[in-house]
């Protein structure tokens, strides 16, 4: 009965000091935060394309015409 009790209590124990899941939630952290510097970076590069061809759309219809 003793050797049970020692088993499942080493069972336990390894169980909780297992560290597999913290590195799981260290690399969705840094894909998150991966992420959302992509997702700030294409919006401000769009912003300044969108500048650009304003531009040069007004300067080809300010020079065809």
Known sequence: MRLGYMKIRCLIHDFIARCDGQDMIE?????ALLSFAAVTGVRSLASQITIVYSSVASTFTSNVT
């Open 27 to 31: 690399y969705g952290l840094v894909v």
